[in-house]
């Protein structure tokens, strides 16, 4: 049973960094897609950025330079640092994954963690 758990969230203020950390348990599959969503107040839930299984990255245009995705395979990790962060970067931040290659909409992914708030004033 496959379980995602993010943590790291927390405020801060405009041009601040953190780092979101997604622990993934119970995977067996030798390649699959993690990425990271963000819900707003009000809105819905985008994409910030993907890691596919041989390390490929893919980032929403809004935080391409801002914001970096990485995965440590041996800890069964996923890592957002974000950077120069911006009051619009506020939300709830999920970790999800998905069997096989990334795909932007989020309807592809079938694991899903509860959330850790990021909030930028």
């Known amino acids: 049973h496959v379980q995602l758990v993010e943590s790291g969230g927390g405020s801060v203020q405009a041009g601040g960094s953190l780092r979101l950390t997604c622990a993934a348990s119970g995977y067996r599959r030798s390649s699959y897609c993690m990425g990271w969503y963000r819900q707003a107040p009000g809105k819905e839930r985008e994409g910030v950025a993907y890691i596919d299984g041989d390390g490929s990255t893919t980032y929403a245009a809004s935080v391409k330079g801002r914001f970096i995705i990485s995965r440590d395979k041996s800890r069964n990790a996923l890592y957002l640092e974000m950077s120069d962060l911006k009051p619009e970067d506020t939300g709830m931040y999920y970790c999800?994954?998905?069997?096989?290659?990334?795909?932007?909409?989020?309807?592809?992914?079938?694991?899903w963690g509860q959330g850790t708030q990021v909030t930028v004033s």
């Open positions: 999800a994954s998905r069997a096989g290659h990334c795909y932007r909409g989020d309807h592809y992914y079938d694991r």
